[in-house]
């Protein structure tokens, strides 16, 4: 329970900062890899075809503790 004495988060408890990548600086035929390398140590992708053109991607990662937490904006598509 939020706010309680019995150790749990309060609301004075430190957000962790989080580490942000982002392809959009990189040129667009190598965006696509670049995003693949960086999430490579949480999931392995092989696409079913060679991606063309730009991918702009941006990933977010807070770790707390032994668990980390991710968030990925792209325009990957999953059947």
Same mark, same amino acid.
């Given at each position: 329970?939020? /706010?309680?004495?019995?150790?749990?988060?309060?609301?004075?408890?430190?957000?962790?900062? +989080? @580490?942000?990548?982002?392809?959009?600086?990189? !040129?667009?035929?190598?965006?696509?890899?670049? *995003? $693949? @390398?960086?999430?490579?140590?949480?999931?392995?992708?092989? %696409?079913? $075809?060679? %991606? /063309? +053109?730009?991918? !702009?991607? @941006?990933?977010?990662? *807070? @770790?707390? +503790?032994?668990?980390?937490?991710? $968030?990925?904006?792209? $325009?990957?598509?999953? %059947?």
């Amino acid at each position: 329970m939020l /706010g309680d004495s019995s150790g749990g988060v309060g609301a004075n408890a430190e957000v962790p900062a +989080g @580490q942000v990548f982002s392809t959009h600086d990189l !040129p667009a035929s190598e965006q696509f890899e670049a *995003w $693949r @390398q960086h999430v490579s140590e949480m999931i392995e992708l092989s %696409p079913a $075809r060679e %991606p /063309g +053109g730009a991918f !702009p991607a @941006q990933t977010m990662r *807070w @770790q707390l +503790g032994d668990l980390i937490f991710t $968030r990925s904006i792209n $325009r990957l598509k999953f %059947p």
